[in-house]
């Protein structure tokens, strides 16, 4: 088996969303600028005889989630990179913007992760500058899927992922695979630590949530899941995309 990553896709399209973006206010959200589950690796190239061992298993894995609203488009995520038993980085940025309307949350492999990433930004780019318009978050992720299903069943597999956002249609949320298969609903969650959000997310989500509430519910499902997943901890990004811009949750790591 390969080492599968994950991709969500996080967005909002608007038509006329305006060059300037809000400051900071007192709640502690800022604006942003313009700009499945993990498994354990298997026999591989290491497992032939005569190839040399590795020193440590590379287990790996994190909490990411993303959900819709009445507000817009919730994700979250934990900010820990794991190798093993160690932690490569306490302080990882698991969501990152593509553009002002468009996030991408990652589970799994980090280099695989940041390969699909840059290739999905420039494609995205490279639509946006021949019609003149952004892609759909439909199109987005099904663009993804169809670049990742020529890698089904490989170990060069990239990230299985989710697509969230709303464009003309209405707010919209996909997951796509690492395989090329693509799904859409209404809550994901991806990666070692998801069945313990999911346990949270399933009491706590509904459309009719305020801002603050969608927030906490996040954060509180990503904390719970790093309480008792071993590869997901220290710190939680939280991202709000709505019609007009993403706005970044001050990060925390106390309960």
């Keep these: 088996p390969f080492l599968a990553s994950t991709l969500y896709l996080c967005c909002i399209l608007s038509c006329t969303a305006p060059d300037s973006v809000p400051a900071p206010d007192a709640s502690g959200w800022s604006a942003g600028g313009p700009g499945g589950p993990d498994s354990a690796p298997g026999a591989g190239p290491d497992s032939a005889p005569g190839a040399v061992p590795l020193p440590f298993p590379t287990a790996h894995g994190t909490t990411t989630l993303g959900f819709l609203f009445q507000g817009g488009v919730l994700a979250a995520a934990d900010t820990r990179s794991s ?99 693509r799904l859409r609903g209404e809550l994901f969650s991806v990666g070692s630590g998801s069945p313990y959000a999911y346990s949270v997310l399933d009491e706590e989500v509904r459309w ?23 590869y997901s901890g220290n710190c939680v990004d939280v991202f709000l995309v709505t019609a007009v811009v993403y706005l970044i949750k001050h990060r925390e790591n106390k309960p």
């Design 83 to 181: 190798c093993s038993g160690l932690v490569a980085c306490p302080a990882s940025r698991k969501v990152v913007p593509l553009h002002r309307h468009l996030l991408a949350l990652g589970s799994g492999t980090s280099a695989d992760i940041a390969l699909w990433r840059r290739i999905l930004a420039r494609e995205l780019r490279l639509y946006q500058l021949r019609h003149g318009r952004r892609l759909t978050t439909g199109g987005a992720a099904k663009l993804l899927a169809l670049m990742l299903h020529p890698f089904k069943g490989t170990e060069l597999a990239g990230p299985p992922g989710g697509g969230a956002g709303t464009s003309r249609g209405g707010a919209r949320l996909y997951y796509v695979c690492s395989d090329g298969k």
């Design 208 to 230: 009719g949530l305020s801002v603050e509430q969608a927030a906490r519910a996040g954060r509180e499902a990503v904390y719970r899941a790093s309480r008792r997943d071993a």
